[in-house]
């Protein structure tokens, strides 16, 4: 008989509360300013904590960005691996797992390409850059997964593609810091280069 979970106490549900608060904060303050123009203790102020307390939960401001843009990142790829399920051919599928995670990135162009940058250069021993690294391999999966669909690659072949398909999909969105730029022209780049990679 499977044991039933038990509930957070008292300490853990209030690290749990000012962690959301500074997700929410950072979050608003991000989306409003850009990561570049928004300080430590501006986030503090709106999550009503201390900048101590700030830095227990996130060492730096990129580490507060990856805490805010794992999140989003997380939720788009879910989004895109539910979609992708309902689509035979492989190449709409996969680019129904990569269209959400551009669009994501896409929101404030600025704080997408300073999480890329945060989650190839960041401190890899800090927790949000690990989740951040997470997400991407969870990314592979769900790609890889869909290219093993009907026998299309072998499991190590698809494995190897998804990782190829990420990395174009990643310098895609950091190589175009125009915000003018339509995120259906860069989706439309990744899809004619991933075309290049599917067996026909």
């Known amino acids: 008989m499977p044991v039933a979970p038990q509930p957070l106490g008292r300490r853990e549900r209030n690290k749990q509360l000012k962690l959301d608060r500074i997700t929410a904060a950072a979050s608003a ?58 689509i035979p051919n492989a190449l709409d599928a996969v680019m129904a797992i990569v269209r959400p995670i551009v669009e994501c990135n896409r929101v404030q162009v600025d704080n997408g390409r300073t999480y890329l940058r945060e989650m190839v250069f960041g401190d890899a021993t800090e927790p949000h850059h690990s989740e951040a690294l997470s997400i991407v391999a969870q990314t592979e999966e769900v790609i890889a997964a869909v290219l093993v669909r009907d026998d299309l690659l072998s499991a190590d ?35 004619t280069q991933i075309r290049l990679l599917l067996p026909r």
């Not at 990561?35 to 430590?40: A, F, G, K, P, R």
């Open 29 to 86: 303050l991000f989306a409003e300013h850009g990561v570049e123009e928004v300080t430590t203790q501006q986030i503090a102020d709106k999550a009503d904590i201390g900048t101590g307390t700030l830095f227990l939960y996130a060492k730096t401001k990129g580490e507060l960005l990856l805490l805010v843009q794992n999140a989003h990142y997380a939720e788009a790829l879910e989004r895109g691996r539910a979609d992708a399920e309902t």
């Open 157 to 191: 072949d698809a494995a190897t593609t998804a990782r190829i398909v990420s990395a174009i999909m990643f310098l895609s969105m950091a190589v175009n810091a125009n915000p003018a730029l339509r995120t259906e022209d860069i989706v439309q780049d990744i899809s």
